[in-house]
C-alpha cells in the first residue's frame, strides 16, 4: 500500500476518559456492561462450508462474486439450526459485492485476503440511504459496499488477521477526474440490522468508508486494523450512522479524512427519519487522519447524537483531534435543523497540538451551551495563531489554555446545568 506523509505532525494523545452527550440524558450501555460478547464464535456453529465449494479459485485474478453468493445463499438453509460459518482459507479472492445472511460466521484464514474487483459494475447500484436522501459523493443512486448486509441479525464477520481489501485506488482517481456516475461503495456495511461482531480483521483501502453500520444495534468492533493511503480523497474508518449499543475496541484505523465518524442524516432527511445515533462506546484506539478529525461529530448529524462514551484514546500525527460540525445544503429549511447544544468538556492537557478545537454552528442554529473546564494545551510550533476555530456557536469556559473564542466566554452560560450533563477528562501529550 502506498502511504503519503502525513498532512500535519501534531500529535494528541487521549489516554483517560472522554464522555460527550449532545441534548439527552445518558443512560446504561449494555456494550459497557459486558452484556454484548461475539455471537457465536468460531468454530461454534454447528454447520461449516469453505469457499472453495462452490468454486472459488483464490489465484488473485479469478472473479468470485457468484461462488460467494452462492454461498451464503446455501448457507441460508443452516439458519434455523444453530446457523453456518463460511470459511475463507489462504489466497487473493477476487470479488465484487455480495450480501450476507443472519446466523453467519465469515471467517478468514490467516492470509485470506477478500479483494474488491476494479470493475465498477460489479458493485451494483442501489437507492439512497433514506436518511440522505442522496449519496455522499453525489445526487441520487450509490453504489453498493463490498460487503453488505440488510435486515439481519447474529452476524459474526471475524478471522485469524486476514485481510479485506476494497482497493480504492482506482474509485479515488475517478472521484479525483470526476469520472463517477454514482457515489463510491464501501467496504462493510449493515443496514437495519442487531447483533453484530466484526473483529480480528484489517480493512485496506476502502472506495469510501471501511466499516459503516447505519441503523443499526447492538454492534460490537474489536480488534481490526483500518488503513487507507493518507493522501486518499475523503475516506472514514468506522462511521456509526444511526446506530445505538455499538462498542469500538482495541482497534487501530489511520486515514486520511476522518478515523470514527459519529453521524445520524442529512438536512431534512435525517430529522424526518429521526433516529440519532446513541449510546456509543469507544476505547482503547489507536487513531490517525491526515486531513480531517480522528474523533468527528457530523457532520451529517441531523438525527441528533447523545450519549457518547470515548476512554483511552491515541490520536497521533492528525489534522484535527476532535471536530463538531453539520453541513446543510443551499436550500435547507429554516423550520428543519437539528438543535445541538448541553455539550461539556473538562480536565485536558495536550502538547503539540494544531488545532485545539473546531466548533462550527449554522446560521439560525447555533450550537449552544459548549461548555469548556480545565483545558490546558501546548500548541505545535506551526499552529499559527488561531488554536480555535468557532462559528455560529455559544458557551463558557474556565481554567482554558489557550485562550478559546470569545463565543465561549459568554459568562451568562456558567451555571451549573452548563456542566452538568456530560465532561471529557483526557490528557493529551506529543
Not at 199 to 206: C, D, R
Not at 212 to 221: F, R
Not at 332 to 354: A, E
Request: proline share 5%; hydrophobic share 35%.
Amino acid at each position: 500500500m502506498t502511504t503519503a506523509m502525513p498532512l500535519c505532525r501534531s500529535a494528541l494523545q487521549v489516554v483517560l476518559t472522554l464522555v460527550v452527550v449532545l441534548a439527552a440524558a445518558a443512560r446504561g450501555s449494555a456494550c459497557a456492561r459486558g452484556e454484548l460478547r461475539d455471537q457465536a464464535p468460531p468454530g461454534s456453529r454447528p454447520h461449516s462450508v469453505t469457499i472453495t465449494e462452490f468454486g472459488a479459485v483464490g489465484d488473485g485474478r479469478t472473479l468470485n462474486t457468484v461462488p460467494f453468493q452462492n454461498a451464503v445463499f446455501y448457507v441460508r438453509s443452516f439458519a434455523d439450526k444453530g446457523g453456518a460459518q463460511l470459511y475463507v482459507p489462504r489466497g487473493r479472492w477476487v470479488t465484487g459485492s455480495f450480501n450476507l445472511t443472519s446466523h453467519l460466521t465469515l471467517y478468514l484464514e490467516q492470509g485470506a485476503v477478500i479483494v474488491g474487483v476494479k470493475d465498477s459494475s460489479q458493485w451494483p447500484i442501489v437507492e439512497p440511504l433514506p436518511s440522505y436522501g442522496q449519496g455522499t459523493d453525489l445526487p441520487g443512486p450509490r453504489h453498493r459496499s463490498l460487503i453488505s448486509g440488510y435486515n439481519l441479525t447474529d452476524v459474526v464477520i471475524t478471522g485469524n488477521n486476514g485481510v479485506i481489501d476494497g482497493q480504492g485506488l482506482v474509485w479515488w482517481q475517478w472521484l479525483r477526474s470526476h469520472e463517477l456516475n454514482h457515489s463510491r461503495p464501501h467496504i462493510l456495511e449493515f443496514l437495519y440490522s442487531e447483533d453484530i461482531v466484526i473483529s480480528n480483521l484489517t480493512f485496506l483501502n476502502s472506495p469510501a468508508w471501511s466499516i459503516h453500520p447505519v441503523y443499526c444495534s447492538n454492534v460490537k468492533v474489536h480488534n481490526v486494523t483500518i488503513e487507507t493511503s493518507l493522501d486518499a480523497p475523503l475516506t472514514d474508518g468506522i462511521v456509526p450512522d444511526s446506530c445505538s449499543n455499538l462498542c469500538i475496541e482495541d482497534s487501530t484505523i489511520s486515514v486520511s479524512h476522518e478515523a470514527i465518524s459519529l453521524k445520524s442524516g442529512w438536512d431534512k432527511y435525517g430529522i424526518s427519519f429521526g433516529r440519532p445515533t446513541s449510546d456509543i462506546r469507544i476505547s482503547r484506539v489507536d487513531l490517525l487522519s491526515s486531513s480531517g478529525a480522528a474523533l468527528a461529530f457530523g457532520s451529517q448529524m441531523s438525527g441528533g447524537i447523545s450519549d457518547i462514551h470515548v476512554n483511552h484514546l491515541r490520536i497521533h500525527d492528525s489534522y484535527k483531534g476532535i471536530s463538531f460540525k453539520t453541513s446543510p445544503d443551499d436550500s435547507f429549511d429554516l423550520s428543519d435543523l437539528p438543535t445541538i447544544d448541553q455539550v461539556t468538556m473538562k480536565n485536558m492537557v495536550g502538547t503539540n497540538i494544531s488545532v485545539a478545537g473546531v466548533l462550527s454552528g449554522i446560521d439560525s442554529a447555533p450550537f449552544t451551551a459548549i461548555c469548556l473546564s480545565n483545558l490546558n494545551f501546548s500548541m505545535a510550533a506551526d499552529s499559527g495563531s488561531s488554536s480555535w476555530s468557532c462559528s455560529n456557536v455559544s458557551g463558557y469556559s474556565e481554567a482554558v489554555f489557550p485562550e478559546p473564542c470569545t463565543e465561549l466566554r459568554d459568562p451568562s452560560s456558567s451555571s451549573s446545568m452548563c456542566f452538568s450533563l456530560a465532561s471529557y477528562s483526557a490528557i493529551a501529550t506529543a
